[in-house]
């Protein structure tokens, strides 16, 4: 007994130590001309009306070959459609520059790209750049993805009245009219499996014909190095909104990210498969996850094998989103050596979440967060789901969800992982769970420390296939109380001081893998039962090994 609490000390010890000393990465920063080059000398017009693609990018085109500087946005309304990022190009906005992109889907041509981790047809992104160094889009102003005119929107999401609305603007309704499409095509494109794949058999005709549900995401930075994003409103992008891929050297500071909440895709920023990043005093109100980790996925994200990895996230605020900081669940290709630091999440759906399946692949692995204030979050405040279904986190009214077939499998490439994770001063004011960590028989959550930790809500502790889990000085202070921690088939666990109410059961153990399960320092009192054992679990699988003295 003693032997394993040393072991659990020590991973924890190890952590800890890793989150002290491991070098912080080292971000290159883009420099600029200070040539400036008003998209005013190239024909803009900012009446609202005319479409200034030519103009812009004419401009940019002009600062690229002359050796870079600023390409100017001024105060206006400006509508354009896809603008391309140049090297040593810095796209600066004026304060009340509004860069709106066009309704108009014909400005939007069909190009091999990205879509979730594989390759697809989709329309272009407004704001690209492919290959590109030294390239910043910064300033005050609003880069608006009309995306209104792309998403597909539930009617679940809406209150009646917008919703009836919606309809009366134009559209088509799916077929059991819970989902209201901007046009035919959309709905076509809808009706197949993944139609933006690319692949031999398909027609350019078969991709014109669904063009309207390959919505483009806001930004996409892909294979660029020294990337600056500052200052820039970033909102209603039609799908994902910043999406730097397998880029380099990247900083986004003082940025707003907004979509509106039941935006469909409507992610907020999507790091895949980048390294020496820098994420700083941002705020994201998005409709699907704020700060997002990703690396590829299945079997093409194992084949670029590109982690994203060396990010630090720091001083940022999310406010609606599925999850405020969020890892996977493309992340075949791995990420490592992440730093989150002073972040806070306000009404999101989940605070921490971590997400993964069988068939990913990947390894997560050396994250370490600090200092993460939560406050109304609708479901877990931190979460570890190997089963992720590809599904809303909070399911809506009506809405019934079985859960998931658990069968142990044997280990391949296609088999995730979760370890060596801390996360150290986190106060989380009200959740509906506080933690939920479901790994998979074959291949556990394994080597996850959390400690200094104050969560109210309504649940503690739901613990499965589990191994070398420590929680260190952590306050369950919940409203359903029994049990306070839930432990089914998982080993080699510490309990260290822990705090909770009064409450009929402290710990249920389960499952007849369960074992090494330790409880020090903490007052046991509280509980009517200390410890309870189900579903198979024997009567040793857990036990106090230390008991708590009060200080008093």
Not at 236 to 241: G, L, R, T
Not at 259 to 279: F, R
Not at 439 to 449: A, D, R, S, T, Y
């Amino acid at each position: 007994m003693k032997k394993i609490g040393c072991i659990l000390s020590l991973v924890a010890l190890t952590l800890f130590a890793q989150a002290q000393t491991r070098k912080l990465p080292v971000v290159l920063a883009t420099s600029f001309k200070k040539d400036t080059f008003n998209i005013l000398k190239y024909g803009a017009k900012a009446d609202g009306l005319t479409i200034n693609t030519t103009s812009i990018n004419a401009a940019i085109a002009a600062c690229h070959k002359k050796g870079g500087g600023v390409v100017l946005i001024p105060t206006g309304m400006w509508i354009t459609g896809p603008v391309e990022l140049k090297s040593n190009v810095n796209l600066h906005l004026q304060k009340n520059a509004v860069l709106q992109f066009t309704r108009d889907f014909s400005q939007y041509k069909l190009v091999a790209g990205n879509w979730e981790g594989l390759p697809q047809m989709r329309n272009q992104s407004p704001v690209f750049a492919d290959n590109a160094t030294n390239i910043a889009v910064t300033g005050f102003g609003i880069i608006d993805g009309g995306g209104e005119a792309w998403r597909m929107v539930k009617k679940a999401k809406l209150t009646d009245s917008e919703w009836k609305k919606l309809v009366a603007s134009g559209g088509v309704l799916s077929e059991d009219k819970k989902t209201w499409y901007p046009t035919q095509g959309s709905l076509k494109g809808a009706g197949y499996s993944n139609p933006g794949a690319i692949a031999p058999e398909k027609s350019q005709a078969f991709y014109d014909s669904v063009k309207d549900f390959l919505r483009p995401n806001l930004l996409v930075l892909t294979k660029c190095n020294k990337i600056l994003l500052e200052g820039v409103t970033f909102q209603n992008s039609a799908a994902w909104c910043l999406h730097p891929l397998m880029s380099q050297n990247i900083t986004i500071r003082n940025i707003k990210v907004k979509n509106p909440w039941y935006a469909q895709n409507g992610d907020g920023l999507d790091l895949e498969s980048c390294k020496n990043v820098l994420v700083e005093n941002s705020v994201f109100d998005v409709g699907d996850d704020g700060i997002c980790i990703k690396s590829g996925r299945d079997a093409a994200g194992r084949k670029r094998g590109m982690p994203t990895q060396d990010v630090i996230v720091r001083n940022c605020t999310v406010y609606a989103a599925h999850g405020g900081f969020v890892v996977g669940s493309e992340m075949s290709g791995g990420a490592r050596n992440i730093w989150v630091d002073n972040c806070t999440f306000i009404g999101t759906d989940i605070g921490l979440r971590f997400k993964t399946t069988r068939g990913r692949g990947g390894i997560v692995e050396n994250i370490f967060i600090n200092n993460i204030t939560m406050k109304d979050i609708i479901g877990e405040a931190i979460l570890f789901d190997m089963y992720y279904a590809a599904q809303d986190p909070i399911p809506q009214a009506g809405e019934k969800r079985e859960p998931p077939k658990v069968e142990e499998k044997p280990v391949t490439e296609e088999t995730p992982q979760f370890r060596n994770i801390y996360i150290n001063n986190v106060v989380a004011f009200g959740a509906e769970k506080a933690i939920f960590i479901r790994g998979l028989p074959e291949m556990n959550v394994q080597n996850i420390v959390m400690e200094n930790m104050v969560i109210q809500a309504k649940e503690g502790l739901d613990m499965t296939e589990a191994t070398g889990i420590k929680l260190k000085n952590v306050a369950l202070y919940t409203t359903n109380v029994d049990p306070v921690m839930n432990i089914h088939n998982s080993k080699s666990i510490s309990l260290d001081l822990i705090r909770f109410h009064q409450a009929e059961v402290m710990l249920n153990v389960s499952g007849a893998k369960s074992k090494d399960i330790i409880i020090t320092h903490t007052d046991h009192t509280l509980a009517k039962k200390p410890i309870t054992a189900t579903f198979g679990a024997a009567d040793g699988a857990a036990y106090i090994l230390m008991e708590y003295k009060n200080k008093k």
